[in-house]
């Protein structure tokens, strides 16, 4: 593929210098396809895994035709998560701080969780850039604090996410009250059939970039690990003997199930923070503060870190349940090896697991069986299809033979007949089996 430089992109010289002072060499794949069409004021549906550089691939594009001169919202960013939403503004803060403008432009950031009169307040010398969440922008629009018709750009973030977690609706309403040639850039990892519909409605003849998912960089290695008839947390802990990490995620499927894992392993001693959707604000504020300054080792989390938030230095993600989708799987795995640095993800699996795993390994990925003892990695035996899944036409034999009728009395062919009547509903078994599937 060949390699694109930012020089060829024609931006401000400013912004070549803020591109610099962040240390970017070379743009990404999804910066290389969308600053050039952004720039043209292409609306577009960019298509890219988490870590793929796309805030950037939005954000030199709409600093490119900012205006300082210029009062008035000029573009609006929404983010499915108050912390995605923080992350982003730090980074916008960030580029107004290198260009030294951060006294001409200002950027304000809408989040719930904060008071709103204060917020309220704030917003009487109009920002020019509005970076948050969909819900608390809106909140401030109909509260006639803010106003977004001037807008010329309007960016959507993780708009999967935002359609999982029920915020399409006030993202609608918002764009209802923005111009109808304003500039949308949307960005998503996967593309639902719902969020297809939501496109049609506004955009027309956008340009769709897609960046093929790279499903693991060679700098990580995947581990399965059979839970067996073992106690989860006791396979967790003997993790935590073999490795040694910076930062590990271990994941769960759910706030109850997080919640249960994380009063766990702080029974067993081990020093670990909790992040999910059902926190409180100031309670993931927290956590997050905590989690910078290196208090936690591991973090018990739902699939809000493995999408919502940018966790940095994640060294290990663990599967303390694995996700029923390959997509999140990708997701949640994700969180490592980035940016070149090594990573490992280690997951439990059960019985339940294994049609996930074989699409895994269909599409490529590498995994290691592997168990623990005496506190060391050992190799295992790669899972078994035929004598994990129930019902299989090597065991439908044995079941079909409990459902022959077996005769008191014995007479002349009778082990030819019971053969017969065995095979015939070994024969039905196998097929409510392959319907079952």
């Not at 210098?17 to 292409?42: C, H």
Request: proline share 4%.
């Amino acid at each position: 593929m060949k390699k694109h430089s930012f020089q060829e992109f024609t931006l401000k010289p400013e912004l070549l210098q803020i591109i610099e002072k962040l240390q970017f060499k070379t743009p990404t794949e999804i910066q290389a396809k969308v600053i050039p069409a952004a720039m043209k004021r292409k609306s577009i549906i960019g298509q890219s895994q988490t870590g793929s550089g796309k805030t950037h691939a939005y954000l030199i594009p709409l600093f490119n035709q900012l205006r300082e001169d210029v009062k008035g919202v000029q573009f609006v960013i929404t983010a499915p998560t108050r912390e995605l939403a923080m992350q982003i503004h730090e980074e916008v803060k960030k580029m107004l701080r290198l260009a030294q403008k951060e006294k001409e432009i200002t950027a304000k950031l809408l989040i719930g969780g904060t008071d709103k009169q204060r917020m309220m307040d704030k917003l009487k010398e109009t920002p020019q850039i509005i970076v948050g969440t969909p819900g608390r922008i809106l909140d401030m629009v109909k509260q006639e604090a803010l106003s977004i018709f001037s807008a010329s750009a309007f960016v959507i973030d993780e708009a999967d996410l935002m359609l999982d977690l029920g915020f399409i609706n006030e993202v609608d309403q918002l764009l209802i009250r923005c111009k109808s040639d304003v500039q949308l850039l949307v960005f998503s990892a996967t593309i639902p059939e719902k969020l297809a519909h939501f496109f049609k409605k506004y955009l027309e003849n956008p340009l769709h970039v897609k960046v093929k998912q790279e499903l693991s960089p060679e700098t990580m290695e995947h581990r399965l690990i059979p839970v067996r008839h073992r106690n989860e947390i006791d396979v967790l802990m003997q993790i935590t003997t073999v490795i040694q990490p910076y930062l590990a995620i271990i994941f769960t499927n759910g706030k109850e199930e997080a919640d249960k894992l994380y009063a766990a392993l702080n029974e067993r001693g081990l020093n670990v923070g909790l992040l999910h959707g059902g926190l409180t604000p100031r309670e993931r504020k927290r956590v997050l503060k905590d989690i910078q300054s290196l208090r936690f080792q591991y973090i018990v989390a739902t699939d809000l870190a493995s999408r919502g938030i940018d966790i940095k230095g994640v060294s290990h993600v663990i599967n303390a349940q694995l996700p029923k989708d390959e997509n999140f799987y990708i997701h949640r795995v994700g969180r490592t090896a980035r940016a070149g640095m090594e990573g490992t993800a280690i997951s439990l699996y059960q019985e339940d697991d294994i049609r996930l795993i074989d699409k895994l390994e269909q599409k490529g990925l590498p995994f290691i069986f592997t168990d623990i003892a005496d506190g060391e990695w050992r190799e295992a035996k790669h899972w078994n299809k035929r004598n994990l899944r129930p019902k299989t036409s090597s065991n439908a034999e044995t079941e079909a033979w409990k459902h022959v009728r077996k005769n008191k009395k014995v007479k002349p062919g009778y082990k030819k007949k019971m053969k017969q009547e065995q095979e015939k509903i070994k024969k039905n078994l196998i097929r409510k089996e392959k319907r079952g599937r």
